[in-house]
């Protein structure tokens, strides 16, 4: 942001929006398709569907499982929350809600 305010280029025309051509570090035209993959296959619904798809191995190979998505399910830290989640979606609710008022109060 401190940059397209210095730039001039302002909080709407950036490079991504003003229609110039993207160009890869090699200098060729970067091509860009619409889509590409989610996290759970119902992905317009706000649910705790993302903690049953991580550790689920014969989830569809298309849904999107990075490393640090799978890492929830082995850290001693992440792994009980990550599992009351898969197992509860109130429990995923009541932490969701309670952690987005914390966060729009700041």
Known sequence: RAYKNRSGLG?????FTDG???????????????GGSSW???FLIFDNSYYKVIPD??????????????????????????????DSQDAFFESYAKAHKKLSEL
């Open 20 to 34: 110039s051509k993207q160009m890869r570090a090699d200098g060729i035209e970067a091509k860009y398709t619409p």
């Open 11 to 15: 909080a709407e025309k950036t490079k």
């Open 57 to 86: 191995e014969s989830a569809d190979p298309e849904l999107l499982k990075l490393s640090t998505d799978k890492v929830v399910f082995m850290d001693d830290g992440f792994r009980p929350f990550a599992e009351k989640f898969r």
């Open 40 to 42: 759970t296959e119902n």
